[in-house]
Each structure stands twice: as C-alpha cells, then as structure tokens.
C-alpha cells in the first residue's frame, strides 16, 4: 500500500507541476519562446494573490480572480513592449529579455516583500483529505489543484481548437508571413498568446503560495520544475506537459519512497533520461497542431 500511495500522491503532485508549466507551454508553442521569467512571475502572482488577501476585505477565490486578471495584462505589455521587440533578432535576443525580466521582478520582489518565507492561508483546506483504504488518503487540497490543471489545460486547448483568436494563433505560429498576408495582427496575436499563458502562471503560483512557502527567490525552482515537465512531455504540447508534469510527480514520490533523500533527484534523473533517449518528449505534438 505504501507504494500504491507514493504513485498516487505523485500523480497529484504532478498535477500541481502541469499547471506550472502549461504557460511555459503555450509560449514556446506559439512564439517559439523559451520564458526564463515563468518561475518569477508565478512567484510574483503569489505574493500578488497574499497582498489582495491581507489588505482587503475579498475573499481568496476573489484575489485569485484579481490576480488573474492583473497578471494577463502584465503579460500582453510584456508581450508588446519587450518580447515583440526581440522577435526576429535571433534565438538568443527573447531568451535575454526574458532572462532580464526575471532578474528585475526577483530583486523588486525582495525589495518590497523582504526575503522572508510567506504563505497563503487556506485554513483547514490545506489538511482535509479523503481517505479511501488504510494508508492511502487522497488530500483534498491537491484533488482541487490537480482538477483545476485539467480544466485550464483542456480550456486552453478547446481555446487554441475551436476559436477564431485560437486558429489565428496556430496560423501565426505555422507561419507568420502568410498570416500577416490574411490579415492577421501577429504582434497582436502574440500579446494575447502571452496574456494568457502569464494569466495561467497566476493560477498556478496562487496555487503554489497556497500549498507551501515561498519567497522571491522561489522561481528558479519553480522554472526547473516547470521546464522538466515540459521537456519530459514534449515542448509546445500542451496535455504532453500533462503528462510530463505526471511522469515527474510520480518520479519524485517513488523516489522519496525509496529515500527520502532521493525524491528530487530522481526526478531529475527522469529527466536526463528523456533527453537522452526521447529528445522530442513524450508526446512531441506542437500545441498549434
């Protein structure tokens, strides 16, 4: 049974890690973005998500919306001021920019909030489980994160499918010339790919604040998590970093099963391997397809 609960406690785990890196996702997917700022602005959302809580009267679901929201328009101005700016100029030029945004929002981070380790209080949410046989409990707090993962992924995907804004974005991405000639706004196009994937990073760092400490440092763990999972899945696809987040969460509960000590580490492991037998992931379907 201790085993049966290690796979399943990763499979929750997992869930959390697909919600991480589904902005990731959508960002290589449709730019061709590799967005090294990911892990900072989840981080920033949870401390965005913690100042809403603490100096007004709404309520958490409510901060989250605002948090949301907030966070999508950051994401479309980072877009069409910085990102759009750097497309054309080289694989190197967005990874830069990125790379510099992260670096800003970190040390603004420590600035305003200090280096403290900060959480989200959820009250009794974060204890309640569901137990279904002895030694195998399921928390309800991660059955939530892992079902709002399925649904902002598969929103995410019915989006990209089944819209015109979506089929706009997987032409764009296809070829952003003969998009332009149809009469498509790619710049504009990009802003609302970004909007939201940074939209989706708030939901998952408000998710994060909530299910552990963090502090403005946070995001580079954030970032490798999320990258591995995306890698493991398969860059641009979207239930491909589903399944990455899965295979990752799983690697790290088995892992820790074995030894505590190992839970991190063979995750990592999991990982190296992919890239050395699967390069292109596990389900290497761009998310435009």
């Known amino acids: 049974m201790d085993w049966l609960n290690a796979v ?33 602005l989840a981080v920033a959302a949870a401390y965005l998500t913690l100042l809403v809580v603490e100096q007004t009267p709404l309520p958490l679901p409510v901060a989250l919306v605002v948090a949301v929201l907030v966070f999508a328009v950051v994401g479309y101005l980072l877009q069409r001021v910085l990102l759009n700016r750097s497309l054309g ?10 790379f510099g945004v992260s670096v800003v929002l970190v040390n ?51 989006f ?9 974005m997987r032409a764009t991405s296809d070829d952003p010339g003969a998009a332009r000639l149809m009469g498509i706004d790619d710049r504009h196009v990009y802003g609302l790919a970004t909007a939201i994937a940074v939209g989706s990073v708030a939901i998952a760092g408000a ?3 909530m299910s552990t400490q963090f502090t403005p440092g946070y995001g580079d763990l954030v970032l490798i998590f999320a990258f591995e999972a995306v890698i493991i899945g398969g860059l641009g696809s979207l239930w491909g970093t589903f399944l990455g987040g899965l295979v990752l969460g799983v690697a790290q509960t088995v892992g820790a099963q074995v030894d505590p000590a190992y839970g991190v580490l063979v995750g ?22």
């Open 8 to 40: 399943v406690q990763g499979v929750l785990l997992g869930g959390q890690y697909a919600l991480i890196a589904c902005g990731l996702s959508l960002v290589f997917g449709v730019m061709r973005i590799v967005n090294l700022a990911h892990g900072a």
């Open 89 to 98: 100029q080289g694989e190197l030029a967005p990874l830069l920019v990125t």
């Open 207 to 209: 998710f994060l604040g």
């Open 160 to 168: 990209l499918a089944r819209t015109a804004t979506g089929r706009a």
């Open 268 to 289: 990592h492991l999991v990982f190296l391997a992919v890239l050395a037998f699967r390069p292109s992931g596990l389900m290497p379907r761009m998310v435009t397809a």
């Open 108 to 158: 603004l981070l420590q600035e305003l909030a200090t280096a403290n380790s900060r959480s989200i209080s959820i009250g009794s949410l974060g204890t309640s489980s569901v137990k279904l046989a002895d030694g195998l409990s399921l928390g309800v707090f991660s059955l939530l994160t892992f079902a709002i993962a399925v649904a902002v992924i598969g929103a995410i995907q019915l």
